[in-house]
C-alpha cells in the first residue's frame, strides 16, 4: 500500500490508487450476485438482482423522487428525538455528578430503563402518543437517552485529585472547579455517548415507524416488502443507510470541532488561530490606549 | 495565646511562615503524617525538605497551603493563621497538571480567571512570565505539543502569575530526567530571587536540597518529624560545580547522618 503524500490533503491520484482495489472488489461482488440471480441459483422472489435494486434507485430517487419526504421525516424524527433524549440525560448526568443523593435517586431508574428492551416499548408509546411522528420522536429519545446518560456522568465523575488540588489552591468554588475542570475533562466521553445515542435514535425511529406510523422510510419499506418488491425494498434501505451517515459524521464534525485538543492537526490550526486573535486584541487595545 | 508568645518569640518582623507544634494524623490517629513541627521561614528564604517516603514532607507543604488542617498545632503566614487556600500562598506538583484544552498561556493566566476578570495588564504579565520561564515563543501551543520540561516551566509560570510570595514546590521536577532537572533548577533560583519569593522545596535528593537552599529540613518518618535543621552558608548565586567542594560534602555527610541513623 502506498503512504499517503507528505502535503495534508491527499491527492486524486492518491485516492484511485487507494481505494481502486476496494471498488474493484465490489463490483465483482455485484457481478457474481447478479449471474447467480440470472442463472436461477437464487431465486428472485427473496433476491433482487442487482439491477432492478439499481433501477429502483433510480426511480425512487432520481425519476419519481418518492423517497425524499419520507426520508426527511424519519430523519427530522430521529433528530427530534435525539435531541430530548440527549436534553434530558446531560440534564440528569450533570445533577448526578453534583449530588450524590441525586445520583442515588436517579440511577435505579436509569438502570431499569437500560436494561428493559427500549424496543418493547414500541406499541405502549404508540398508544400513548399516536400514529404520527409523536411517537417516533418518543422512542427515539427513549432509547437514546441512557447511553448518553452514562457516558457524560462517567465523564463528568473522572476526578483528577492533583488537578482538583490544583484549583482548590487557586482559590476556585465549586463552579469553577466544575465549567473549567470537570466539563472540559468530560468532553471526549460526552461525544462517545452522543455518536452511539444518534444512531440508536435512529433505530428508534424506524423501528416505530415499521410498527404504525402514516409515513417515513419504514413505511414504505414495509409497503414494498409486502408488495414483494424487494429491488425498491432494498432501494429504500439504503436511504436508512444514508440518514445514518449524515447524522453520524455531522457527530463526527462537532467532536473534531470541540474536542480539538486530542488530534494533532486540529491542535496546531487552533493554536495559530488563538495566536492571531492575540496579536489583533493586542493591537486593538493599544491603538485605544 | 501561648502560641501566639512563641511566633513572636520567633521574631514576627521577618517570619513569613511558622509553625509551631504543627502536628497532622491520619486514619483516626493512627498514622501520623508530622509530628511536633517546629519552624520559621524568614522572608526570602529557600527551604528544602529531604527525607525518604513517607515522612510528611507533602503533608507539610499541603498544611502550609491550607488545603489540610493540622490536626494540633497552629500555622502562620505573615503573621495570620492558615484557614484554608490563601492569596500569598501558591503551589506546584511533581505533574505539571496543565488544562490540555488551553494553550500554555491560558493556562498560565488560570490562576487569574479564577480570581476574577482577566485584564490586558494580566495577559501582558503572563506573556512575561512565560518569558522568563524561556517559553515566549510556545505560548499558544498546547500541553500536548511541549515536552516534559516546557510543561514544568508552563506550571511554574502559571505558579508566579498567582502573585503569591510563598512558594511550595512538591518534588517539580522529580519526574524529568537529571539534565533538564539541574538546568531548571538553576533557571528556578534565578525566577526565585528575581520575584523575591519566599519557597519551599521538597525532593528525595540530599544534593539537590542542599545546592538550592539557605536551609535544608532533614526528615525523618514514622513519625514524621523534622529530625534536623541545616545551615547552608554556600554563597549566591551559585555554581553547579560547588557540588564537588568539601564544604557541599560535609554537608551532605551531615545530612546523610540524620537519615542513616534513624
Ligand atoms: N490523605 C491521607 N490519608 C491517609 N494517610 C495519608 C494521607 N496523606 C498522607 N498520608 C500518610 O502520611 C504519611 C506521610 O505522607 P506524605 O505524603 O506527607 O509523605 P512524603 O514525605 O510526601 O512522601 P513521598 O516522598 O513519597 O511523597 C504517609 O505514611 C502517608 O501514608
Ligand atoms: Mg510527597
Known amino acids: 500500500m502506498m503512504d499517503p503524500p507528505k502535503s495534508n490533503r491527499p491527492n486524486a491520484l492518491w485516492l484511485m490508487s487507494r481505494f481502486a482495489p476496494h471498488l474493484a472488489l465490489f463490483g465483482v461482488l455485484i457481478i457474481i450476485w447478479e449471474l447467480l440471480v440470472r442463472t436461477g441459483v437464487i431465486t428472485t422472489i427473496m433476491i433482487p438482482k442487482p439491477s432492478s435494486i439499481g433501477a429502483s434507485i433510480i426511480d425512487l430517487y432520481f425519476v419519481s423522487g418518492t423517497i425524499w419526504p419520507h426520508f426527511f421525516i424519519t430523519l427530522t424524527e430521529a433528530v427530534l428525538g435525539f435531541c430530548i433524549g440527549a436534553a434530558i440525560a446531560i440534564a440528569l448526568a450533570v445533577g448526578s455528578s453534583l449530588s450524590d443523593p441525586f445520583r442515588r435517586y436517579v440511577m435505579p431508574y436509569a438502570i431499569v430503563m437500560n436494561v428493559t428492551p427500549g424496543i418493547a416499548l414500541t406499541p405502549v408509546i404508540i398508544a400513548w402518543f399516536g400514529f404520527g411522528m409523536g411517537s417516533k420522536i418518543a422512542l427515539a429519545a427513549v432509547i437514546s437517552f441512557f447511553p448518553i446518560f452514562v457516558n457524560t456522568l462517567t465523564g463528568l465523575m473522572q476526578v483528577d485529585n492533583e488537578r482538583e488540588e490544583l484549583f482548590t489552591s487557586l482559590g476556585a468554588n465549586r463552579f469553577q472547579i466544575f465549567t473549567r475542570l470537570r466539563v472540559p475533562a468530560a468532553l471526549p466521553l460526552l461525544f462517545a455517548g452522543l455518536k452511539i445515542g444518534l444512531t440508536t435514535a435512529l433505530i428508534g425511529a424506524v423501528v416505530a415507524e415499521f410498527a404504525q406510523a402514516t409515513a417515513g422510510v419504514g413505511v414504505l419499506m414495509n409497503r414494498f416488502s409486502f408488495q414483494l418488491n424487494m429491488g425498491a425494498s432494498l432501494a429504500t434501505l439504503l436511504s436508512m443507510t444514508l440518514i445514518g451517515l449524515i447524522l453520524f459524521y455531522s457527530m463526527e464534525f462537532l467532536d473534531d470541532r470541540l474536542v480539538f485538543w486530542r488530534r494533532e492537526e486540529r491542535r496546531e490550526a487552533v493554536s495559530r488561530k488563538r495566536a492571531r486573535a492575540w496579536k489583533r486584541r493586542a493591537e486593538t487595545s493599544g491603538r485605544t490606549r | ?262
Open chain 2, 1 to 262: 495565646m501561648e502560641q501566639q508568645a512563641i511566633i513572636e518569640a520567633n521574631d514576627p518582623g521577618t517570619a513569613v511562615v511558622a509553625g509551631s507544634n504543627v502536628g497532622k494524623t491520619f486514619a483516626n490517629g493512627t498514622v501520623v503524617a508530622l509530628d511536633n513541627a517546629e519552624f520559621t521561614i524568614p522572608k526570602g528564604k529557600f527551604v528544602s525538605l529531604v527525607g525518604p517516603s513517607g515522612c510528611g514532607k507533602s503533608t507539610l507543604l499541603r498544611l502550609i497551603a491550607g488545603l489540610i488542617a493540622p490536626t494540633s498545632g497552629h500555622l502562620h503566614v505573615h503573621g495570620t493563621q492558615v484557614a484554608g487556600p490563601r492569596q500569598d500562598v501558591a503551589m506546584m506538583f511533581q505533574r505539571a497538571t496543565l488544562l490540555e484544552w488551553r494553550t500554555a498561556i491560558e493556562n498560565v493566566l488560570l490562576p487569574t480567571e479564577i480570581a476574577g476578570n482577566v485584564e490586558d495588564a494580566d495577559r501582558e504579565r503572563a506573556m512575561e512570565l512565560l518569558h522568563l520561564v524561556g517559553l515566549g515563543d510556545f505560548a499558544f501551543s498546547f500541553p500536548a505539543q511541549l515536552s516534559g520540561g516546557m510543561q514544568q516551566r508552563v506550571a511554574l509560570a502559571r505558579l508566579l502569575q498567582t502573585g503569591a510570595d510563598v512558594i511550595l514546590l512538591d518534588e517539580p521536577f522529580g519526574a524529568l530526567d537529571e539534565f533538564t532537572r539541574e538546568r531548571l533548577n538553576v533557571e528556578l533560583l534565578r525566577i526565585v530571587a528575581e520575584v523575591g519569593a519566599t519557597t519551599v522545596f521538597v525532593t528525595h535528593n540530599i544534593a539537590e536540597a542542599i545546592f538550592l537552599a539557605d536551609e535544608v529540613y532533614v526528615m525523618t518518618p514514622r513519625p514524621g518529624r523534622i529530625a534536623k535543621v541545616i545551615d547552608v552558608p554556600l554563597e549566591r548565586p551559585r555554581e553547579l560545580a560547588i557540588q564537588t567542594s568539601p564544604e557541599f560534602n560535609h554537608l551532605v555527610d551531615e545530612a546523610r547522618d540524620v537519615l542513616g541513623a534513624h
